[in-house]
T-cell receptor, first 115, second 113 residues
Framework: GDSVTQMEGPVTLSEEAFLTINCTYTATGYPSLFWYVQYPGEGLQLLLKATKADDKGSNKGFEATYRKETTSFHLEKGSVQVSDSAVYFCALSDRVSFGNEKLTFGTGTRLTIIP | NAGVTQTPKFQVLKTGQSMTLQCAQDMNHEYMSWYRQDPGMGLRLIHYSVGAGITDQGEVPNGYNVSRSTTEDFPLRLLSAAPSQTSVYFC????????????FGPGTRLTVT
């Protein structure tokens, strides 16, 4: 079945540091890939997405490139801020049939940015 | 536009008690789903629905029941609570065909003693 593997957390960085959170996946079809973010006390929000190989998703300074050859979708940001402190989830959606599209989530990576 | 709302925010149950977690959305989304979030396990799908009157099981359906009588509401029922059901529960909704972009509620933190 489908699965998503994220780097273990927690991750603690200083403000303005470079961020990478690794994500690799296993899927039988042609999945779309996503990063969701969960801020403290809130539900998850879609951060960015990529629907085919070599696509780059970007939002709020975060980027991730869909690499089919390495089955990866690593999240990066050049200069993190305290407000980026949150839990980040990598996810994939593999459409089985119309109306039967399920998200498979990784375990999440907790990121803390210190001033 | 309230988005996805969940009640209650917190709940403590004794083993064997039953309860219903409420979920409502005002975006006219056909697809709704329930997840549980446990430390080190990410989110796991409990049940989902692709429209009123249509529900199906997800990855971890045992001990939970759902129904979908309207587009807006998708309650989750715990039939006989067990300590293993201690978790944070999230409801989410999306348009059919765009279920990758799910809108999540704020969650219900449930403790079963």
């Amino acid at each position: 079945g489908d699965s998503v593997t994220q780097m273990e957390g927690p991750v603690t960085l200083s403000e303005e540091a470079f961020l990478t959170i690794n994500c690799t996946y296993t899927a039988t079809g042609y999945p779309s890939l996503f990063w969701y973010v969960q801020y403290p006390g809130e539900g998850l929000q879609l951060l960015l997405k990529a629907t085919k190989a070599d696509d780059k998703g970007s939002n709020k300074g975060f980027e991730a490139t869909y690499r089919k050859e390495t089955t990866s979708f690593h999240l990066e940001k050049g200069s993190v801020q305290v407000s980026d402190s949150a839990v980040y989830f990598c996810a994939l959606s593999d459409r089985v049939s119309f109306g039967n599209e399920k998200l498979t989530f990784g375990t999440g990576t907790r990121l803390t940015i210190i001033p | 536009n309230a988005g996805v709302t969940q009640t209650p925010k917190f709940q403590v149950l004794k083993t064997g008690q039953s309860m219903t977690l409420q979920c409502a959305q005002d975006m006219n989304h056909e697809y709704m789903s329930w997840y549980r979030q446990d430390p080190g396990m990410g989110l796991r799908l409990i049940h989902y629905s692709v429209g009123a009157g249509i529900t199906d099981q997800g990855e971890v359906p045992n001990g939970y029941n759902v129904s979908r009588s309207t587009t807006e509401d998708f309650p989750l029922r715990l039939l006989s609570a067990a300590p293993s059901q201690t978790s944070v529960y999230f409801c989410a909704s999306s348009q059919l065909g765009q279920t990758y972009e799910q809108y999540f509620g704020p969650g219900t933190r449930l403790t079963v003693t």
